[in-house]
């Protein structure tokens, strides 16, 4: 069994992992909705190990694309990972995976959270992103405790609420 899986080119099985992730998140609309959400969530996680596994299969051939276009890796994963996380929340109305957009937002802002055993390190990935990182958190922050105060209700913004006024603080 295991040669068969050897046999089997890394191009198929980043096909099949991202066809997973897409099942996962768009399966859950022929569910009750009560456990839709739970059933994206994996596939938006996933989407993360997607990512990397075709940084790790594509990484000569982006390594020249990151030159040439001077982005920056994790800049780009987190706005790519923004987008598609903020279409599910909202098409599943889901608080937790609007959370992770947030988070998302952030990072592509360049905050940053890397978890290692027995330590954590929370900050910046550079300094020059501070002031941009900090004004866009202070306008999420108060754009959202605004809606609070005014009791403005948009129905698509409040699944947002949580992780703006987490991470905006």
């Not at 992992?17 to 596939?43: D, K």
């Not at 190990?49 to 990151?66: D, N």
């Not at 999420?140 to 403005?152: D, E, H, N, P, W």
Request: net charge neutral; aromatic share 16%.
């Amino acid at each position: 069994m295991l040669p068969i899986l050897f046999a089997i080119p890394p191009g198929v099985y980043e096909i099949v992992i991202y066809a997973v992730c897409l099942a996962s998140m768009v399966g859950g609309r022929w569910v009750a909705s009560g456990i839709a959400e739970f059933l994206a969530l994996p596939g938006c996680l996933g989407l993360i190990g997607a990512l990397t596994f075709s940084e790790y299969l594509h990484r000569q051939t982006l390594q020249q694309f990151y030159e040439e276009s001077k982005l920056d890796r994790f800049s780009l994963y987190s706005l790519i990972l923004f987008c598609i996380w903020t279409a599910v929340a909202v098409t599943y109305n889901s608080v937790a995976i609007a959370f992770l957009a947030v988070i998302s937002l952030e990072t592509f802002l360049g905050f940053s959270v890397l978890v290692m055993p027995l330590h954590y390190f929370i900050g910046f990935r550079e300094r020059k992103v501070i002031p941009r990182t900090t004004a866009a958190s202070f306008l999420l922050l108060v754009f959202y405790v605004g809606l609070k105060i005014s009791q403005t209700d948009i129905t698509y913004l409040n699944i947002f609420s949580l992780g703006a006024l987490f991470m905006g603080a």
